[in-house]
């Protein structure tokens, strides 16, 4: 059975830190790339991120919409079967509830974990 699980968010100040994990089971990292998305409140769901997880650790290509490039860094664990986002920097807009995925046709999804930045 495929689950993802996301933890990490929560509350914080403008300018501030959080790194979001997502335990991936059912699957290995290896098989699909994965990314992390998030849905701002009355928002569609949009592509943060995205780390090409199929490929060898040395060869792993990443993506970053351009609302956050320069802030937020994608990085995986093979062995924990772990995705990360980790988010600097954080704005009022960063806001919403993060998802990870695999990139491009993603086929499940977790619950999410829910980030509000306030100023």
């Known amino acids: 059975e495929v689950q993802l699980v996301e933890s990490g968010g929560g509350l914080v100040q403008t300018g501030g830190s959080l790194r979001l994990s997502c335990a991936v089971s059912?699957?290995?990292?290896?098989?699909?790339?994965m990314g992390w998305f998030r849905q701002p409140p009355g928002k569609e769901r949009e592509e943060v991120s995205c780390?090409?997880?199929?490929?060898?650790?040395?060869?792993?290509?990443?993506y970053y919409a351009d609302s956050v490039k320069g802030r937020f860094t994608i990085a995986s664990d093979s062995a924990k079967n772990t995705v990360y986002l980790q988010m600097t920097n954080l704005q009022p807009e960063d806001s919403a509830v993060y998802y990870c995925?695999?990139?491009?046709?993603?086929?499940?999804w977790g619950p999410g974990t829910p980030v509000t930045v306030y100023s």
């Open positions: 059912g699957f290995s990292l290896n098989e699909y790339d």
């Open positions: 780390i090409s997880t199929t490929l060898s650790p040395d060869l792993h290509g990443t």
């Open positions: 995925a695999s990139c491009g046709s993603p086929f499940s």
